[in-house]
């Protein structure tokens, strides 16, 4: 009996690894005019049940995200030192990867032609180093609407393990930190009012 036990108790931790670190088929989505932010994992090569991650509440999906089309809150949250490199070299680890499918689009329309500017040169900037064949999946443009727009589409075959080591860094990096603070931020419109005057007597 108790030989039983023992083949069943690891038998289910053997199941309970391979589902953690199997590959799974994964489809990450991020996408900010949708408002969505999710992983859609099929467990154990493609073969056992589906798991779904979302890093935004699935209620929010559907609409544009609120804070995205605010133009001074992301523009001065996109204006975080080292925001580039963090967001940057989280997409390079998952090409690295190497995904069926790979690209990042990054829209800008912040109001400030230097804003835009800035993050563009910076966003360049990272990807001088990076390999040729990822710098041609990402793309800068302008966005209609006012505000930014980020749409990212990843699908690959990786452990769950590995998924949550890349989110983690990312998540915990001071840059992302600050960004997110940033963004949570209301930010005062600047005064339009121009300078009194002030006459000496």
């Not at 088929?25 to 467990?43: G, H, K, V």
């Not at 209620?59 to 609120?66: I, Q, R, S, T």
Request: aromatic share 4%; glycine share 6%.
């Amino acid at each position: 009996m108790l030989v039983w036990g023992a083949v069943a108790v690891g038998v289910i931790v053997v199941l309970l690894l391979a589902l953690r670190f199997a590959p799974a088929r994964t489809n990450i989505i991020i996408d900010t005019a949708a408002s969505t932010a999710r992983a859609d994992m099929t467990l154990l090569w493609g073969l056992g049940p589906t798991l779904v991650t979302r890093a935004l509440p699935k209620g929010e999906a559907g609409g544009p995200l609120a804070m995205f089309n605010d133009p001074q809150r992301i523009g001065n949250a996109l204006m975080t030192p080292g925001i580039a490199d963090a967001a940057i070299g989280a997409y390079q680890r998952l090409y690295q990867l190497k995904p069926q499918r790979s690209r990042f689009e990054l829209g800008l329309n912040l109001g400030d032609s230097a804003q835009n500017l800035v993050v563009q040169t910076s966003v360049e900037a990272v990807l001088a180093s990076a390999p040729q064949a990822l710098r041609q999946t990402v793309t800068i443009q302008k966005c209609g609407a006012p505000g930014a727009e980020l749409a990212v589409r990843v699908e690959l075959s990786a452990a769950p393990a590995t998924l949550d080591r890349i989110y983690s860094d990312f998540r915990r990096s001071r840059a992302v930190r600050e960004f997110r603070r940033r963004l949570k931020q209301r930010v005062k419109p600047k005064s339009s009012k121009a300078p009194r005057e002030v006459r000496a007597s």
